[in-house]
């Protein structure tokens, strides 16, 4: 499997990931869009984030590329870098 629009395609990231001041912990699906983030805590609103290519992503973290089967509506998280990924359902905080 292979992302829609190869490495154009479009994915959103933290400003943390995007200065790649930090690793990437959590990849969410939620509603469908593909969202790395550094698993730390961010404003709610579109300044915290970046749109970009999912070819960054890959070349600041190519095991990344793990995830690409990852189904709409789920997430993975890892504690630390060089760890294995653990995939779950998303679950709306309330």
């Not at 395609?9 to 699906?29: A, E, G, M, N």
Request: aromatic letters at 10%.
């Amino acid at each position: 499997m292979s992302y829609p629009k190869g490495m154009q395609h479009k994915v959103y990231v933290c400003s943390h990931i995007f200065d790649q001041s930090r690793p990437v912990l959590l990849v969410s699906r939620a509603d469908g869009d593909r969202c790395f983030l550094c698993g730390g805590e961010h404003p709610q609103d579109a300044s915290a984030y970046k749109a970009v290519g999912i070819g960054h992503v890959l070349e600041w973290d190519s095991s990344s590329q793990e995830l690409q089967d990852l189904p709409p509506d789920w997430e993975a998280e890892r504690k630390e870098l060089g760890q294995n990924w653990v995939r779950t359902p998303y679950v709306p905080s309330e």
